[in-house]
């Protein structure tokens, strides 16, 4: 199986990311990333999902690091 892939610039919180999203198996896509200087890697059964679910992930990771210690 040929794999392709493609670079895709979103914004997160403001700040653009670009990650590499290519398709792993017949129903798996992978997006891939840094976030922060941190890896993030997200499987979806389509691109779409994959690209949307890696952004989500983002923005709860930023959520959870711009919270006060001892605050919920």
Known sequence: ???S?????I???GE???ITVY????SVWVADGEFRGER???RAPTEGLAVGSWRESARRRAKATTRTPGCT
């Open 40 to 42: 993030l890697t997200v």
């Open 11 to 13: 914004k997160v919180t």
């Open 1 to 3: 199986m040929s794999v």
């Open 23 to 26: 398709q792993e198996f017949e």
């Open 5 to 9: 892939t493609s670079k895709v610039t």
């Open 16 to 18: 653009p990311h670009t």
